[in-house]
């Protein structure tokens, strides 16, 4: 059985790109394993390769690529505004694989990952906190490190730096 | 679509009565989610609010390891919700770095978990070198090594420090800071400072070691094994301490992998997955050590295993003194390396080099790279994205202690308060990391 689901995670070789699960995939830097799928088969992709020995999810954070729109992307994957990335790792395997999952701006939703792997509920709302995008199934989405009542999302690149109103403007100047 | 179309309310990170809180959000907070997934969403006997009391724990309070805020549902002694509130400590670190060149990005990360900070530096040195394609000399290496093992004793030790405190063994707190100052007064010695070091940095490290580290590295292995000794007859073998650890915060494997928990917490259920073993980085496969499993996943064996990796440390440091190779302590790539100090006097084009590498930094090719390293709390990882400029396009930081207090809940459940400090302790958050 082991050999078998072993078999499943290999990319199988096609014309063009390499599919894992019926996405593009691709070996990026260093050699790491990186998985491009759309968000209709995102879960189904996460769901098989936790199948496969991908049983811990171990990061997942949000990129803004608004300053960079022309990035290299495998063929058949558009890119879009936001990526949620999402690191996997098999124990039995020693193995890593990476999603990359494109987020357009103008619907910024992307399925929760809560069912498959609950460890995601604080990082599915640092990511909410910090670029706003919505994960359709989380629990308890509420922002994790910024105030309940916090304006804009601070790791957008259009939000600037140094951009927080002055508070204490009554204060008495320094003698 | 707007947030109401997909069905998601902006809920609130404080924690709300019964009433307040429906669905799967309360179960979650019990833990149910894990434990019991036969349950439905309505879960038999519930207490109503007028039984229950929500009350804060933190802040301020000093047993949360700095600015840790648990709110809990508690009926009489008992917890029966918990809900970390954390972000009491963010400064925006990953949106800091993004404006710091590679260079000097080291002075930012050092700062996230500021009890390890080698090891932050460690990992984000070692994600800009895989995208720089960056071989590292022999020495500098093993002075890596030398610096993370050092760094896991002490960071070990301050757990068991505060740890002992939390369980009233106050004695511990003024032992385990003795312990850890020796380390820091040999980490002042290399990098100039005792915490914030900067000295790993993309290409190297900052400077070799100082005349005589042999014997100040000899002296720590020296003195630290009769430590732990005394630690054996102080903790592990009193019966108040048992008592107030065993069985208390139990947790189990595939709890554990589900919440993607790493370092001791995992081991403490007897997963053996130590990075250093499984995916050995810098030259881990080189060097003879074990990796300490516990049985049990309570509090107990996690404070086993903490105390045994310093003895695994001490073996590790002890072969890096026999194999520590002379040699270059930094890359000899011209395009990360400045030039040496005495060429800036003698040559034009060594102190344009100097003062560009300085200014400008040094470019990083495009691309985006996760690398882990096993940080006395986990799996540290950094997500570094880089457009091809001087600056990271986007460095994210995989906090250990930021995903570990995710079992918070889980642990506390059905546990009295006087456990809740203990197993706040045995995960061991810096909240500098949680927050970042």
Redesign the interface.
Known sequence: MATEAESAAEPTESEGEPLIHGSPSEL???G?LVVHPDRDSYLAVVRALRDDGY?????L?G??YL??PD??LPAGVRPERFEV?V?L?A?DG?R?A?LRLQVPVD???APSLFEL???????ER?AYD?FGI???G???????????DWEGH??RKDYG?GRIPVQFKGNPRPR | ?S?TE?????????MQPRAGTS???A??EMGA??RIPHLSEEVESVPTDDDTMIINMGPQHPSTHGVLRVMMELQGEKVLRAKPV??YL?T?M??TGE?LTYLQGPTNVTRMDYVSPMFNELVFAMAVE??LELEMPPRATWIRMLMCELNRISSQALWLATNGMDLGAISMMIYGIRERELVLAFFEKCSGLRMNHNYIRPGGVAADLPDGWRDDVMHILDVMPGRLDEYDTLLTGQPIFQERTQDVGVITADEC??????GPTLRSTG?E?DLRR??PYLYYDQVDFDVIVGRYGDTFDRYAIRLNEIRESIRIVHQILDLMPAGDYRAQDKKVTPPPRGRIDESMEALIHHFKIFTEGFKVP???????VESPRG?L?C?L?S?GSAKP??L?I?GPS??N??ALPHMMRNGLIADAVAIISTLDPVMGEV??
């Open positions: 990026g830097r260093a790491q049983r811990m999810c171990v990061d954070c990129v803004d300053l960079k990035r290299p990335v690191n790792l124990l020693r890593r990476r619907d910024l939703t792997h609950p460890g995601t509920e604080a990082m640092e910090m919505l994960f359709a989380h629990p308890d989405l509420s922002r994790i490190l910024m105030p309940d601070p790791l730096i | 679509m947030r997909v069905g998601l309310d902006e809920g609130r990170q404080e669905g799967i959000e179960l979650r989610v894990l954390i972000g963010h925006g990953e949106k404006d895989a995208l992998i589900a919440l993607g928990i790493t997963v997955w499984h995916m495009e691309g985006e790279v996760y690398v882990a799996e990882g997500y994205v457009d396009y986007r994210h995989r930021f995903v207090l995710q927050d970042r």
